[in-house]
């Protein structure tokens, strides 16, 4: 069975503080996808990393593949209350099939 | 571009009673993914389909489950006898094939009672 483990499970921070989200396994994934999901709402997708040792940013946020692709992470920078939400990562196979394994997902709390 | 659409957003049910959810993909995707997502915790894959084919089941859908996409477009997962175990939310995800990104619809969450 191919697990991600996502730590810390819980974080709360203070608006403008820094946090990173660590997403590990024992496997070998051909993708890593971060999702976030707010409150009876559905995933959305964030970034999508095929790479080892791809680094990818968007805005704020700071995406890195692992060089085994056995890992990833998610870098917030001065996070705001907007952030607030539960982030997901998704490992994908080279099966092809586009089914993906989660993670837990860490919940992020990010206080005015 | 609709976005994935799912019905109901909410069900409450008594146990032992049988329930059916809907799931419109994004029009063009030919795939469709049903997971299951408890609170606090990422989602656990279903069952996946390629247009009307059911390619894969995981061991978490008893017999109790059934998934069908008869026409290749839209899908229903059906669960019969429920228990209190199958509260959970229901997420359905389309994707035009391939290791393309998954887009989710905003889930029917299941409470039995």
């Known amino acids: 069975t191919q697990l991600l483990e996502q730590s810390p499970q819980f974080l709360s921070i203070q608006e403008g503080e820094n946090l990173t989200v660590y997403c590990n396994s024992s496997s070998v994934f051909s993708s890593l996808q971060w999702y976030r999901q707010e409150p009876g709402e559905g995933p959305v997708l964030l970034v999508t990393?095929?790479?080892?040792?791809e680094v990818k940013k968007l805005k704020r946020l700071t995406f890195q593949f692992g060089d085994a692709r056995k890992d990833s992470s998610l870098h917030i920078t001065a996070a705001q209350t907007g952030d607030t939400g539960l982030y997901l990562c998704?490992?994908?196979?080279?099966?092809?099939?586009?089914?993906?394994?989660f993670g837990q997902g860490t919940t992020l709390q990010v206080k005015p | 571009d609709t976005g994935v659409s799912q019905n109901p957003r909410h069900k409450i049910t008594k146990r032992g009673q049988n329930v059916t959810f809907r799931c419109d993909p994004i029009?063009?995707?030919?795939?469709l993914y049903w997971y299951r997502q408890t609170l606090g915790q990422g989602p656990e894959f279903l069952t996946y389909f390629q247009n009307e084919a059911q390619l894969e089941k995981s061991r978490l859908l008893s017999d109790r489950f059934s998934a069908e996409r008869p026409k290749g477009s839209f899908s229903t997962l059906e669960i019969q006898r429920t228990e209190q175990g199958d509260s959970a939310m229901y997420l359905c995800?389309?994707?035009?094939?391939?290791?393309?990104?998954?887009?989710f619809g905003n889930g029917t969450r299941l409470t039995v009672t």
């Open positions: 995800a389309s994707s035009p094939g391939g290791n393309s990104p998954l887009h």
């Open positions: 029009s063009e995707h030919n795939r």
């Open positions: 998704a490992g994908g196979h080279e099966s092809n099939t586009g089914k993906l394994i």
């Open positions: 990393v095929v790479t080892g040792g």
